[in-house]
């Protein structure tokens, strides 16, 4: 179960360029958050456990950072799920801000310099827990 969730992040990872190539960047960022969202399934299961709920999983896996079971950060997580909405979500840089701002406004398109964040984000943060889930 561990490789699907990993086959699924790396499906959706390919997908943020798709989105953008095919003139949907707006679904790009939905693309980021499912990638890391399944990094984090296989990641759970790692450690013998199996969500259905994203506010569990991330309050699990913020539970394993707290336990110092893992090397993330909690600003690791709060950049995909985080209970304190910025106040202006279209000038915030987190994934999670840019997401919520494209999938409840009416903009269409990512602009290249926030799009270029998000990729650049999302690659990083997919490998650090992507390294979680590979080390013995």
């Known amino acids: 179960m561990i490789d699907n969730h990993l086959k699924k992040a790396e499906h959706n990872l390919k997908a943020v360029t798709d989105f953008r190539d095919i003139?949907?960047?707006?679904?790009?960022?939905s693309a980021s958050f499912y990638a890391l969202y399944h990094c984090l399934l296989a990641l759970t299961l790692k450690f013998g456990f199996q969500s259905r709920n994203q506010s569990c999983t991330f309050a699990?896996?913020?539970?394993l950072i707290n336990?110092?079971?893992?090397?993330?950060?909690?600003?690791?997580i709060k950049e995909i799920f985080d209970k304190e909405i910025e106040e202006n979500l279209s000038h915030s840089d987190k994934i999670l801000d840019i997401r919520e701002f494209m999938q409840y406004s009416y903009t269409t398109s990512l602009d290249d310099e926030k799009f270029a964040r998000l990729v650049e984000r999302t690659?990083?943060?997919?490998?650090?827990?992507?390294?979680?889930?590979?080390?013995e």
């Open 23 to 29: 003139g949907y960047s707006d679904w790009s960022t």
């Open 60 to 63: 699990f896996v913020e539970d």
């Open 67 to 76: 336990k110092k079971k893992i090397s993330l950060e909690i600003n690791d």
């Open 123 to 135: 690659k990083h943060l997919f490998n650090k827990i992507r390294k979680e889930i590979e080390k």
